[in-house]
């Protein structure tokens, strides 16, 4: 199978876990102290049932200690992000929620070239910034970007720290120290029992109808994170930090579809070109993958 495959369903599974979360919090009003709990329950759960047939741990690679601190790293990072994402997300449009994600792919590019220099590149560069101050100019209003509030930041300091664990999750992948599916199962477990004791959520007060959706997120988010770091480690940094810029496209459409929110013209026309600059991009970079 084309590497970039993966990283291109990442896309649509981000995509997608954006959009039932925002259902989730803004729309079915299921609260942050019951709906992160209560979403890594069933993330951990399904992450668990596919270490059958995906899980692999070389312990004697995983004890380094090198590795040991990428581990604890990425843990930290990811309970860090997944508050401030949530949070950011529960006050945000989600078309202007994924407006901000798009800074992810060109922050994970980025921190990447800050640990190997020699994978810069002048055109990726030219083409990421590009594709960034598009998706700007497409959520600026009257010449100005959209009102910055603390929940904006918030979104944006989560997805500086989603490029730093994306780092930190290739390296580790890259070590062979265990699978792609292991290291979710064991991040997405701890993350949970952490959001439970943080949170002390009261699943009696959530729905059954709450509760099915929150196994449908749960499925559509360990999807979308295995792809991820599947597409991290078979594709690489840069390739899939690329495919992950599609999401606000596919944002958009469900956006304007299902949560019935108005999407501007410029905005179309924007990720039409976010589009192109992404085939060039990826032309470019095919060679390294």
């Known amino acids: 199978m084309n590497p970039l495959i993966i990283p291109l369903l990442a896309a649509v599974a981000q995509a997608a876990s954006l959009i039932g979360a925002k259902i989730g919090i803004t729309k079915r009003h299921i609260s942050l102290r019951d709906y992160i709990p209560g979403l890594f ?23 380094e200690r090198a590795n040991l601190l990428r581990l604890f790293l990425i843990i930290l990072v990811a309970a860090i992000w997944n508050v401030l ?5 529960s006050k945000e449009k989600a078309n202007t929620a994924e407006g901000i994600m798009v800074i992810m792919p060109l922050a994970t590019i980025a921190i990447s070239w800050l640990f190997i220099p020699e994978n810069f590149s002048l055109p990726i560069l030219v083409i990421g910034v590009s594709a960034t101050a598009l998706v700007a100019w497409a959520y600026s209003a009257h010449g100005r970007l959209y009102k910055i509030d603390k929940y904006a930041l918030m979104l944006a300091a989560a997805v500086v720290l989603i490029g730093f664990e994306n780092v ?8 062979n120290a265990l699978s792609p599916a292991s290291l979710y199962a064991l991040r ?6 952490l959001f439970y004791c943080i949170y002390r959520p009261r699943f009696s007060r959530v729905s059954k109808k709450h509760f099915s959706f929150l196994a449908i997120s749960g499925v559509l988010g360990t999807t979308g994170m295995l792809l991820r770091f599947y597409g ?29 929110e108005k999407v501007k013209k410029q905005r179309v026309y924007a990720m039409a070109l976010v589009l192109v600059l992404i085939v060039m991009a990826t032309i470019l970079n095919y060679k390294n993958i």
């Open 41 to 63: 329950l069933f993330l951990t759960i399904t992450a668990l049932i596919s270490l059958i047939k995906l899980g692999d741990v070389n312990y004697s690679i995983v004890s």
């Open 85 to 89: 994402f949530y949070k950011g997300v």
């Open 168 to 175: 930190l999750v290739s390296q580790l992948l890259s070590s």
């Open 188 to 193: 997405a477990t701890v993350l949970f029992v």
């Open 232 to 260: 991290l480690k078979e594709a690489g940094v840069v390739a899939t930090s690329l495919m992950l810029i599609l999401s606000p496209i596919i944002v958009l459409y469900f956006a304007r579809h299902f949560l019935h």
